[in-house]
């Protein structure tokens, strides 16, 4: 708090892109807004206003939109990165092509990229050249865009292999309506981000299906579970899974109809097919692509993964979602405490 203004480019106009830069324009940044939609600049510039993804919210000047991504880069030294998962190599190509300094890419984007199974900053770090590229940080956390943009409190965390990057981050960002915390663990943090994505699908599928609170507790709890293990087996710290970036990730978009996630499952869960339930969103739902990912990975690093297969076959597979969950309850029994162990034991080999 009481940093001294800075340029910032936020790139990617919808609802969180666009959240993330009214709460640094709060702390007094310069904040350029880039899109690839002349239409939506062109209405943040005259109207201050995002009508498809903040309805009702009024953007502050410090708030300029922007259809040129070198002049948006133009002097910047710190670019927040909040394009869909599948638009990152697109999108970083980009900004490689005009790139004339390095910065520092804070993504907020929440997923894993099929076939490579490479998280953000991975992808970040394979297509942008050394020369340009300062540092990679992750800023994740369960955070609503629309509660963001109404200044209702808001707990965050951020993560990078140099955590005086993430510190930076934290300090741009940092207010009394957005709390920032620091976690050294980069995967832990963006496995949590990411993976929480697909059980807040399969929680929708659940409420779609009418099955009640329980059914979605107990999800969510051996969701985590599933995070865990396989996070854990990739190298990240179990404990980041009890913070910010796990279980409260988890818990805000399982239970929240702000959930895009949480949404499309509620619709899967009333019958619709996949097809029928992404034409009806209108926005990217990233944890269909990520149950893709995670199905994948699971094979890769032989871990059990019962909600995110039975979610798989559910999406790609054609398997009604009532089965699925029914296979889940049938599955064979097994002591609780035995993965928490596991997953301990994981940490200490």
């Not at 790139?99 to 953000?120: C, Y």
């Not at 990233?286 to 149950?291: A, D, I, L, M």
Request: with cysteine; aromatic share 6%; hydrophobic share 40%.
């Amino acid at each position: 708090m009481g940093q001294k203004s800075e340029t910032i480019a936020v790139l990617g106009a919808g609802s969180w892109g666009t959240a993330l830069a009214l709460v640094l324009a709060d702390n007094g940044h310069h904040v350029r807004l880039w899109s690839h939609n002349e239409n939506q600049v062109t209405e943040i510039n005259q109207f201050h206003t995002n009508k498809k993804y903040l309805p009702g919210i009024n953007l502050p000047e410090l708030i300029v939109g922007y259809a040129s991504l070198s002049d948006s880069l133009s002097g910047v030294e710190t670019i927040i990165l909040a394009v869909p998962t599948k638009a990152i190599r697109e999108v970083i190509g980009k900004i490689a092509s005009v790139a004339k300094n390095p910065f520092i890419i804070a993504h907020v984007s929440k997923g894993i990229e099929p076939g490579s199974l490479m998280r953000i900053t991975e992808i970040i770090e394979e297509e942008m050249p050394k020369e340009f590229l300062s540092d990679v940080v992750v800023l994740s956390g369960p955070s609503h865009a629309e509660e963001v943009s109404l200044r209702h409190p808001t707990t965050v965390t951020v993560s990078s292999k140099n955590m005086e990057a993430a510190g930076k981050i934290q300090d741009l960002f940092i207010n009394n309506n957005f709390r920032v915390y620091t976690n050294s663990d980069l995967i832990g943090v963006e496995i949590g981000g990411a993976l929480k994505n697909i059980i807040a699908l399969a929680a929708g599928i659940t409420d779609g299906l009418g099955y009640g609170d329980n059914a979605k507790a107990a999800l969510i709890t051996r969701g985590l579970a599933e995070i865990a293990r396989l996070g854990t087996k990739m190298g990240a710290n179990p404990l980041t899974f009890s913070g910010l970036a796990g279980i409260g990730d988890l818990i805000v978009t399982c239970t929240s109809v702000h959930s895009r996630n949480w949404r499309a499952g509620n619709l899967l869960g009333k019958g619709k097919t996949l097809d029928e339930v992404l034409d009806n969103m209108g926005m990217v739902v990233e944890g269909v692509r990520t149950t893709k990912a995670a199905y994948q990975l699971a094979k890769k690093y032989d871990v059990v993964m019962p909600i995110t297969f039975a979610l798989y076959d559910v999406l790609f597979n054609g398997k009604n979602a009532k089965d699925g969950v029914d296979i889940l309850m049938g599955r064979g029994k097994k002591p609780e405490m035995e993965d928490l162990t596991n997953i301990l034991d994981e940490r200490h080999d």
